[in-house]
């Protein structure tokens, strides 16, 4: 593994992981107190470097190993400055995009702003695709929000919050609770409080490249109506959807999405 962190615009650090050689992956994690790159895509480096490519993993802006900033909203054009800037400076000329929940509306915007960075692709329940008031009234972002704004936010809210993102809460380990409720013990109420993501949808019919969907059928936090978002407004979508699976794809049914995940990069990139 080889690790770095980068001073971009505003003076904010962010902090990169990377493993593997090959075509270049980055993976972007999505919000929630404790998030970073390597605790929601731990199940899947391996998979992802023995196939052949290049995994780089970034900590958004108020996550992981990044900057924290206080009294700031944390807005989509925050993240996706920061963390281009970051990849940019790390050298990294042209990827496939991996994003999850915020990830997933990241690499929406970051492949509309800046198509000839983007190769392709991979969506887990990608958000910023409805206007926040939908996403708030999900089950899952209001209790998400509601327990991190508590001043008592505890490592037994950390293990509810968990949960609630996927559909069998056995997949939670207790070394993932305790992993993520570290960083969240660091991490401002801001983040999850003053975040203001725009909508992005408007944007889909500009994205030309290839796309894979995944999405779970028990999903508590993106609607599934963003599957038909992508079908009606993009050219080029294939979408995966599980049963029994909540806001975890990659998580709850890693080897699965692993391997179409891996494959549809090998006819893709």
Not at 53 to 71: A, C, M, Q, T, W
Not at 90 to 119: Q, R, T, W, Y
Request: charged share 25%; proline share 5%.
């Amino acid at each position: 593994m080889k690790e770095a962190t980068y001073r971009v615009a505003g003076g904010y650090d962010i902090h990169i992981r990377e493993f593997g050689q090959g075509p270049v992956v980055v993976f972007f994690h999505g919000s929630g107190p404790g998030a970073s790159g390597i605790s929601n895509f731990r199940q899947n480096v391996d998979a992802f470097v023995e196939a052949g490519y290049r995994v780089v993993l970034p900590d958004l802006i108020g996550y992981g190993s990044s900057s924290k900033p206080e009294g700031i909203d944390y807005t989509l054009t925050l993240f996706v400055d920061t963390v281009y800037d970051a990849l940019r400076q790390h050298g990294i000329e042209k990827a496939s995009l991996v994003g999850n929940s915020l990830g997933g509306g990241i690499a929406i915007e970051i492949a509309a702003v800046h198509p000839d960075f983007v190769e392709n692709m991979i969506l887990m329940a990608p958000g910023c695709i409805e206007e926040l008031d939908v996403y708030f009234a999900m089950p899952g972002i209001a209790n998400m929000r509601s327990s991190f704004g508590s001043p008592d936010f505890s490592e037994a809210d950390q293990r509810r919050l968990n949960e609630s993102l996927v559909y069998d809460p056995a997949m939670v380990t207790d070394e993932l609770v305790a992993e993520r409720f570290a960083v969240s013990k660091t991490q401002p109420k801001d983040v999850i409080v003053r975040m203001r993501t725009h909508n992005v949808r408007p944007r889909l019919p500009e994205l030309k490249m290839p796309i894979q969907l995944f999405w779970g059928r028990d999903e508590a936090f993106m609607p599934l109506t963003g599957i038909d978002y992508f079908f009606e407004a993009c050219e080029d979508v294939r979408c995966v959807t599980f049963s029994k699976v909540g806001h975890w794809v990659q998580l709850e049914r890693a080897a699965e999405f692993n391997r179409y995940a891996t494959g549809f990069l090998d006819e893709h990139c």
